[in-house]
């Protein structure tokens, strides 16, 4: 089945400082991919839709110049959280549409600032 | 856009079906209904979407009203590893956005 791949996992950074996150759609290709976060024990947020070639679009009270979002090629993109602050701390969230119906989540990426 | 309703949390039985249920009223009538379940730090799971019909795979049947106003996910043997938040998602018409709503929490005791 589709495979959407994240990476990192993990990761711990200064406050500050960027963190880039990438999705990866390992045996399929994906014109569109989308973005969310989650607090805990809170569902999942969407924060844009990522579109290859072109500018991601946003939701609603999602900073665009915080959170960067490249979708350069038909299986990669990557969100850039930039300077980030502890109120950033999240848990991110991939997917794509696979060849089959629904959508193929990543694995998650654990965010923390510190 | 379809909002979905489902109760917040549910207990089952090792063993026994869970059914879980999810209002959707407002869905229209070209409007699928897509079933993902997320285990604790995970990214949610694909499990079943249906249109008007039953549907069944290996994971769970889905149920679906006549007046397609509400469907229910049956898990027909449930398992400790099933625990876990399932969300029920009506995609808007033409757009393929997922809005999650605050799922039901199942847990599954031995």
């Known amino acids: 089945g589709a495979v959407v791949s994240q990476h990192p996992s993990r990761v711990i950074c200064k406050s500050g400082t960027s963190v880039k996150i990438e999705c990866r759609s390992l045996?399929?290709?994906?014109?569109?991919m989308f973005w969310y976060r989650q607090f805990p024990k809170k569902s999942l947020m969407l924060m844009a839709t990522s579109n290859e070639g072109s500018k991601a679009t946003y939701e609603q009270g999602v900073e665009k110049d915080k959170f960067l979002i490249n979708h350069a090629s038909l299986t990669l993109s990557t969100l850039t959280v930039t300077s980030a602050h502890p109120e950033d701390s999240s848990f991110y969230i991939c997917s794509a549409r696979g060849p089959d119906a629904g959508y193929t989540f990543g694995s998650g990426t654990r965010l923390t600032v510190v | 856009d379809a909002k979905t309703t489902q109760p917040p949390s549910m207990d089952c039985a090792e063993g026994r079906a869970a059914n879980l249920p999810c209002n959707h009223s407002t869905i229209s009538g070209n409007e699928y209904v897509y079933w993902y379940r997320q285990i604790h730090s995970q990214g949610p799971q694909y499990i079943i979407h249906?249109?008007?019909n039953n549907e069944t795979n290996e994971m769970a049947s889905l149920i679906i009203t006549e007046d397609r106003k509400s469907s229910t996910l049956i898990l027909p043997h449930a398992t400790l590893r099933d625990t876990a938040v399932y969300y029920c998602?009506?995609?808007?018409?033409?757009?393929?956005?997922?809005?999650f709503g605050t799922g039901t929490r199942l847990k599954v005791l031995a």
């Open positions: 249906g249109l008007k």
């Open positions: 998602i009506v995609p808007p018409t033409g757009t393929y956005k997922y809005i």
């Open positions: 045996d399929f290709q994906a014109t569109t």
